[in-house]
T-cell receptor, first 113, second 112 residues
Framework: KAGVTQTPRYLIKTRGQQVTLSCSPI?????VSWYQQTPGQGLQFLFE???????NKGNFPGRFSGRQFSNSRSEMNVSTLELGDSALYLC????????????FGQGTRLTVV | DAKTTQPTSMDCAEGRAANLPCNHS???????VYWYRQIHSQGPQYIIH???NNETNEMASLIITEDRKSSTLILPHATLRDTAVYYC?????????????FGTGTLLAVQP
């Protein structure tokens, strides 16, 4: 079965712009989490959704937001982009609400110039 | 903060077993040990997890000490494709979350 699909794979944006990233989880998975990976901070948890509800949020500013749709697809949005937002953004899907392994997508590489 | 400690890097000869250690001295009774790996520029990949018994699957074996304060991931016959950063993660089974807290991991370099 198809894995986690993230689009787009690569993106270049200018400071001050906003961006929307998309994640389609594995079919049947209802939990979606987002992570940011940078060379300096490593892999950091952004937020987690289950059945269209945000269950957890990491320590990121309000410019970072997300949502999940009824078909479990998820989007994350970053407004007023800063150079420091350049990162690999990873989405992970899990079958149940908790206690199950996460399957990651290939990520979206965002570059802010 | 991550609740695990791992060596920054390790080398292993191709075809030999790779033994990756992890310390998790503050692990609590309802917390599992998970291992993921991340090959360069890809998303992390689930490897194995365990509570207190040793576990084995087609990818690796997980040995957890009796006091559960440390564990070792074993790749029985390392190949060049196993070169990756390996993350040891402690997480509770319940709590209505699938959140993972990643540490810095161990960069395993498999040498030909």
């Amino acid at each position: 079965k198809a894995g986690v699909t993230q689009t787009p794979r690569y993106l270049i944006k200018t400071r001050g712009q906003q961006v929307t990233l998309s994640c389609s989880p594995i079919s049947g998975h209802r939990s979606v989490s987002w992570y940011q990976q940078t060379p300096g901070q490593g892999l950091q948890f952004l937020f987690e959704y289950f059945s269209e509800t945000q269950r957890n949020k990491g320590n990121f500013p309000g410019r970072f937001s997300g949502r999940q749709f009824s078909n479990s697809r998820s989007e994350m949005n970053v407004s007023t982009l800063e150079l420091g937002d350049s990162a690999l953004y990873l989405c992970a899907s899990s079958f149940r609400e908790s206690g199950t392994e996460a399957f990651f997508g290939q990520g979206t590489r965002l570059t802010v110039v | 903060d991550a609740k695990t400690t791992q060596p920054t890097s390790m080398d292993c000869a191709e075809g030999r077993a790779a033994n990756l250690p992890c310390n998790h001295s503050t692990i609590s009774g309802n917390e599992y040990v998970y291992w993921y790996r991340q090959i360069h520029s890809q998303g992390p990949q689930y490897i194995i997890h365990g509570l207190k018994n040793n576990e084995t699957n087609e990818m690796a074996s997980l040995i957890i000490t009796e006091d559960r304060k440390s564990s070792t991931l074993i790749l029985p016959h390392a190949t060049l494709r196993d070169t990756a950063v390996y993350y040891c993660i402690v997480r509770s089974y319940g709590g209505a979350t699938n959140k993972l807290i990643f540490g810095t991991g161990t960069l395993l370099a498999v040498q030909p």
